[in-house]
């Protein structure tokens, strides 16, 4: 039998606890594969869950366990949950040991919440994926695994639980591994590790098992205290500006977080999507100014020379950019109960860059129970897919496997507000077929921007699928001294030209003219909110908060 | 090269505090003046450093709290140049609403519940930042870092918008809002590590000191003016502590000698008993907490 490790010393939480580093892993799993037992006894066993807590769950009616203490208990939070036994959203949960602080996205297993499963994979470094020892790898593992991957998850460890039900059977364990491992192919080359146990007993969760003499490997707590996680900070440089501060005249800073990579004050650096260059002059924070910073700081950088950035801009390395698009392809996890209609326009938030995005086609679906690519021509809630994007204004970013802040999407609906889906850049045209930014905006004796000062207003295009509404808007923007037309093809020479662009549908039907004025006010404030044109009341004030 | 944990969630915080500014048209930091929010306040000078915060803060003062809150709000707030709003439900105040006649429950419901959501109702905000943690109550550890709030306020557990990556959807209609958790991903533990880190002053009440003291089934209340006496009970002298502030009826002491930052962390390792513990209202009823919540307690 498993015991509890050791409680730690005092000195050690009071002098060391700055030094700790953090790892995030996801799990998922169903009522009865014993997840919430797993979770349960890691928070008693590194202290992660309090006296109290613990009694609670001892002094509870419910004990499912058919041991002394029902470790489930812990974790099983809304009303509804407990109710039913099951657990129906992403929680989160916090643990530590002296060499590191966990962050466990804990998710349910059922098809119905593929995307909690994906959301708790986000932000996860490693996933722990439980297989029941006496069922083997079922549908809900593989989806489980293949989520994971997808969303650029690297370690995957394998918890096969249930281990005292098997009688600690070795040919148990190998044949789980045998069939596990054959499904590799399909999980974008993240390492797969093994971890033979029982949540319920404590073998191999925290401290070794007598019972199990012929593994040798790791418990999945020393997995998850050593497994070495590829920091942030050894990729290319990437920030995403958020803000502009500027307090007075004397001070213009671009805040935000480094996504990946690493800074230092002198750094040659490239703003996209404008490609204007500059070097780094301060790197500014509350406890002083900076030599260098590592992901992920969040600070405040100063330029050496006065360049147009604003909020969503993003700043790299000169010679090492990202890619600016306006046509890529994406993997997607469907989230809305609202299904995907090809060609309606999305607002895609990238960081805090938002652009106006259609998808224009879905190459495949993707059947997460058996891997396998289906036709289809909508997307519904928890469907996986690949398909086509197309953005109105040109994107700054990396394909997905190789950054996972830059190169993931949401797409949220303009109208209803909701976040439709999530997407993971897989694949971009080059600039040069689409007549990407860096292309357009280093052309002429003029450049683009001495023409946003002289206008007073950035370039934009804007689609709409109500025609009513892009002519009322032609005629609202152009009231407010903006370079403003219509057309059916949007140029890329007019918005060089630092126009608004508006296309439109192909008139059909007839729209409310109540839906149409929400409409237009709805597009003219995200062209305020996305500093295209400038709020009306604040005009005088600048830039800045 | 990694960041340390501690460094990890503040960095975390500080984006979700930028976002914040950056979404909304008119957001607002709720200060309960608690160790929690001034973390938070604390982070939010961070954030916008050189610049001041800016948003105003937010304080929903239900009259019965610690003197000593009050006048650590007041002249905190003051020093670091914060715009401070107070907001109490004078209604409910003038019909003599207290824990007393209504119980805790109730009391809250009106105080608290009530006052924030009509409190965020009348200065018009559409995002309220909170000082709230996950790892704090079960109902919290699902709750989304942006969360979203019908125009009534409420929170809807089960329709809660994906929240993936560091990517933050705060769209609402006028009337809706987004209540804000940067400090979700903190525990109570890295709360007092950071304030040691970073050396964040902190309302005497946390500190132990002697003080009066009433025993109620249990649970020590420190007795001060707006403590009611019940029929035979006398206040004694006890050396305690809070570990959460509430208000003076419903927030428990712990009988404690910690009275430095450093102590107190050592002590949190000794007594391993969750710091709501100590607050009469979670107890009240089973998944008490997540019916405050969907109503709108924060």
Known sequence: ?545 | MSLSHLRSIEAEAIHILRETAAQFAKPVLLYSIGKDSSVLLHLARKAFYPGLIPFPLLHIDTTYEYPEMIEFRDSFTREIGAQLLVYTNDAAIADGANPYSLGTSKCCGLLRTKAVVDGLKHYGFDAALGGARRDEEKSRAKERVFSFRDSNGHWDPKNQRPELWNIYNGRVDKGESIRVFPLSNWTEFDIWAYIELENISLVPLYFAKERPVLERGGTLIPYESNVRLLPGEEPKMVKIRMRSLGCTPCSGAIRSDADTVTKIIEELFVFRRSERENRVIDHDQDGSMELKKREGYF
């Open chain 1, 1 to 545: 039998m498993a015991t509890a490790i050791m409680p730690l010393p005092l000195t050690h939480f009071t002098q060391n606890t700055s030094e700790r580093t953090l790892l995030r892993f996801s799990t998922a799993g169903s009522v009865d594969d014993g997840k919430s037992t797993l979770i349960g006894r890691l928070l008693v066993e590194t202290k992660g869950a309090f006296d109290d807590q613990i009694e609670a769950v001892r002094s509870s009616k419910v004990n499912r366990s058919g041991r002394e203490l029902d470790f489930s208990l812990l974790t099983d939070g809304l009303t509804a949950e407990r109710e039913q036994g099951i657990t129906i959203d992403v929680a989160y949960r916090y643990f530590s040991t002296p060499k590191r602080k966990f962050i466990v996205a804990d998710t349910p297993g059922h098809e119905q919440y593929t995307r909690n499963m994906a959301t708790g994979a986000s932000t996860a470094d490693v996933a722990v994926i439980l297989i029941d020892a006496r069922k083997g790898v079922l549908e809900q593992s593989r989806r489980h695994a293949y989520i994971s991957a997808l969303l650029g998850i690297r370690h995957l460890a394998i918890a096969i639980n249930k281990m005292d039900l098997v009688d600690f059977s070795p040919a148990v364990y190998d044949a789980i591994v045998a069939e596990f491992t054959a499904l590799s192919p399909h999980l974008r080359g993240a390492n797969i590790h093994f971890i033979p146990l029982s949540a319920l007993d404590g073998d191999n969760v925290v401290a070794r098992s007598e019972r199990t003499p012929w593994y040798h490997g790791p418990t999945l707590l020393e997995f998850l205290e050593n497994v070495e996680v590829t920091p942030a900070a050894s990729q290319a440089f990437r920030f995403p500006v958020q803000l502009v501060i500027r307090p007075h005249l004397d001070f213009r800073g671009f805040a935000g977080q480094i996504a990946t990579g690493r800074v230092r004050v002198g750094d040659r650096v490239t703003i996209l999507p404008s490609a204007r260059t500059s070097r780094i002059e301060r790197i500014v924070t509350f406890d002083g100014d900076l030599e260098e910073a590592i992901a992920p700081m969040s600070v405040t950088l100063v330029l050496a020379d006065e360049v147009d950035v604003s909020r969503g801009n993003q700043i790299v390395h000169t010679g090492w950019e990202s890619t600016v698009t306006r046509e890529f392809a994406a993997m997607t996890v469907w989230m809305s109960a609202e299904p995907l209609v090809i060609g309606h326009t999305y607002l895609l938030r990238h960081g805090p860059h938002q652009v106006q995005a259609r998808v224009v086609n879905i190459d495949h679906r993707v059947d997460v129970a058996n891997y396998a690519p289906l036709s289809v021509d909508t997307l519904q809630i928890n469907d996986i897919a690949r398909v086509r994007v197309e953005t109105a204004q040109p994107l700054h970013g990396d394909l997905y496997q190789n950054n996972r802040f830059t190169g993931a999407f949401i797409l949220v609906d303009p109208l209803s507000n909701l976040t439709l889906a999530a997407g993971m850049i897989e694949e971009m045209a080059s600039a040069r077929r689409t007549g990407g930014a860096r292309e357009q905006f280093r052309s002429g004796p003029v450049t683009l921007a001495e023409r946003i000062t002289a206008h007073g207003h950035r370039p934009a295009w804007i689609h709409h699928s109500n025609p009513a509404a892009a002519i009322q808007l032609e005629r609202r923007l152009f009231e407010r001294g903006v370079h403003v037309l219509r057309t059916d093809t949007a140029l890329p020479e007019l918005l060089e030209a630092g126009c608004i662009v508006i296309s439109q549908a192909k008139l059909e039907g007839h729209t409310h003219s109540a839906l149409t004025l929400r409409e237009v006010d709805e597009t003219m404030q995200e062209l305020e909110t996305r500093g295209v044109i400038t709020p009306q009341d604040v005009q005088d004030q600048g830039e800045g908060i």
